[in-house]
C-alpha cells in the first residue's frame, strides 16, 4: 500500500508558527523529489517548496525566509516548518511525491491563518 498522510495543520494567528509533516509508506523515499504544494479558496494549486535527494531546496517567492522544507530519511518524513504566517498562507497543503514517471499526492491538510 502506497500513502502519504499530512499532518500538523490547524489554525493559528497571523505571526504564529506550524509544522507540518508528511510521512511516506510503501513508497522509495530516499531518492524521490519530495514537495509541498497549496491551493487557497478560489485558486490554483501552486508550488511552496521541493527537496531533492541531494537536499537541494526550492521556495516559492512568497514564502522565501519564512518557510523551511526538511527531510528525514530514517522516518521517511518530510516537514515543512512554517513561520511569521500570514492570513495569504491560508490553503490546503498537499505532500507530493515524485519519482521518475511516478507521482503520488496525499490528501491534503487544512492551514487557517486567522485573528
Known amino acids: 500500500q502506497q500513502q502519504l498522510v499530512e499532518s500538523g495543520g490547524g489554525l493559528v494567528q497571523p505571526g504564529g508558527s506550524l509544522r507540518l509533516s508528511c510521512a511516506a509508506s510503501g513508497l522509495t523515499f530516499s531518492f524521490a523529489v519530495m514537495g509541498w504544494y497549496r491551493q487557497a479558496p478560489g485558486k490554483q494549486r501552486e508550488l511552496v517548496a521541493t527537496i531533492t535527494r541531494t537536499e537541494n531546496t526550492n521556495y516559492a517567492d512568497s514564502v522565501k525566509g519564512r518557510f523551511t522544507i526538511s527531510r528525514d530519511i530514517a522516518k521517511k518524513t518530510v516537514y515543512l516548518q512554517m513561520n511569521n504566517l500570514k492570513p495569504e498562507d491560508t490553503a490546503v497543503y498537499y505532500c507530493?511525491?515524485?519519482?521518475?514517471?511516478?507521482?503520488?499526492w496525499g490528501q491534503g491538510t487544512q492551514v487557517t491563518v486567522s485573528s
Open positions: 507530493n511525491y515524485r519519482l521518475g514517471n511516478y507521482e503520488k
